[in-house]
């Protein structure tokens, strides 16, 4: 997308800086610097963790879901807004590389103890955030949420100040609707449901008020290391980039040989750095497991990349997608619906293209497949 239009304003000095007086900005008081002045809004807010620029998986939704207004904080979050969608009123502060959940709760929460509605992906980050803002503010958490609103129950339409949200359980089986009486705080699970490109009205750069520095690595662990996730093992919903294959795949096979080209598909997808997802015919056939279902009764993504393999595009499947940047789509029906929603449609046998691929990729064509990944030819 074309960068939006950004009109920053330093609210303070930096959070990190020593006054004229040697004290850190927040000593005596967590949002005196600039913190103090900013104005979020009273009713939903959507708190966005951002990691080197890059906005955590159902971003947009969350922003959508809070209608609009959103606070990023982290690292790169000035391109994380350039890169946020469904946002009218964007707020970002630096926290600096490597995040400290633990600080950047106790200096977010006093400005959002005036939000009723506090909603967070339920990203690792959010996931991690999350509990420690409710903690701090005496709210209670509704955790993965698949929508959540501010109660309107008053006659005139007025909030009650509470919060309406629906949680899904049983693996997505049962729509359990939930109720507070006060302010609360949500995980938002991935839905799909933000569209378009919202109208950005204001984009401030805000400073974030820091802690004395005696009270450092109190709650935050010692950070080691950062790992990527494994994209063989990780959570489906987190994934960037997904290969997910259908009845196509396997048209005329039998189940082993299904199962085998399923696997295949598996290892490919992770020398390419993705992860491997599966239509319901797939799963429901036992060709993979069913935490590889994308759809409307699996899991719900929203990658940067998705690749289509012998996947006609049927609602139930399409409704689990999230919004793709890209989908490509490897199908023999050129009019297939998949084929239709994609930037790159091939109209060739979708086993007769993984198997190319597979011995591509083996003959060096790009980076060696790992270890656990060449214990078996792809
Ligand atoms: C209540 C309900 C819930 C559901 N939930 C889900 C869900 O969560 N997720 C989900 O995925 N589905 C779900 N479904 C099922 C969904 O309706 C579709 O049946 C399913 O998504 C189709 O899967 P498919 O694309 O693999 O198979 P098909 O619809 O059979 O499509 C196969 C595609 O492969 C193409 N093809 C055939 N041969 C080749 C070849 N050699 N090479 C390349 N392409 C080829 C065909 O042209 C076709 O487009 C649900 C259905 C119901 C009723």
Same mark, same amino acid.
């Given at each position: ?36 002045? /900013?104005?979020?809004?009273?009713? @939903?807010?959507? #708190? /966005?963790? &951002? ?5 955590? #998986? ?119 609707? /939930? ?43 010692? #950070? ?17 980039? #997904? ?6 795949? &396997? ?14 598909? /598996? ?6 750095? @993705? ?23 699996? &899991? ?49 046998? @979708? ?28």
């Amino acid at each position: 997308m074309s960068p939006k239009p950004m009109s920053p304003k330093p609210m303070g000095a930096d959070p990190l800086s020593p006054d004229a007086a040697g004290r850190t900005p927040g000593e005596d008081d967590m949002t005196s610097t600039g913190a103090s002045s /900013i104005q979020l809004p009273h009713g @939903a807010l959507a #708190v /966005i963790v &951002v990691r080197d620029g890059r906005l955590p #998986v159902g971003a947009d939704d969350t922003v959508a879901e809070a209608g609009g207004s959103a606070i990023l904080v982290g690292s790169g979050t000035e391109q994380g807004a350039n890169e946020l969608s469904a946002a009218h009123h964007i707020w970002f502060a630096e926290a600096g590389p490597g995040l400290r959940p633990a600080r950047l709760a106790e200096a977010l929460a006093p400005l959002l103890a005036r939000c009723s509605l506090v909603v967070m992906p339920a990203s690792p980050d959010g996931r991690d955030l999350a509990p420690r803002v409710a903690a701090l503010l005496d709210r209670p958490l509704i955790a993965r949420a698949v929508s959540a609103e501010l109660r309107a129950d008053g006659s005139d339409g007025a909030s009650s100040g509470g919060v309406r949200a629906v949680v899904a359980r049983l693996d997505d089986r049962v729509l359990v609707p /939930i109720e507070t009486d006060g302010p609360t705080v949500v995980t938002l699970a991935p839905t799909g449901r933000a569209t378009g490109h919202g109208a950005v009205t204001t984009v401030e750069r805000v400073a974030l008020a820091e802690r004395h520095p005696d009270r450092n690595g109190d709650g935050d662990p010692e #950070v080691m290391a950062v790992l990527e996730p494994d994209v063989l093992t990780m959570d489906l919903a987190d994934a960037t980039r #997904v290969v997910g294959g259908g009845a196509g795949l &396997v048209a005329g096979l039998d189940d082993h040989q299904a199962t085998e080209v399923f696997d295949r598909l /598996i290892r490919v997808a992770g020398v390419l750095g @993705a992860s491997a997802g599966a239509t319901r015919v797939a799963t429901d056939a036992g060709w993979t497991g069913y935490e590889r279902q994308i759809g409307t009764t699996g &899991v719900t993504i929203d990658p940067e990349l998705y690749v289509a393999l012998g996947i006609s595009g049927a609602t139930q499947h399409v409704g689990g997608l999230g919004a793709p940047r890209h989908i490509v789509s490897v199908n023999t029906d050129s009019s297939s619906p998949m084929t239709a929603m994609a930037d790159l449609g091939l109209v060739t046998d @979708a086993r007769a293209f993984l198997a190319e691929l597979a011995g591509r990729l083996a003959t060096g064509a790009t980076e060696a497949p790992r270890t656990e990944e060449k214990m078996k030819p792809l």
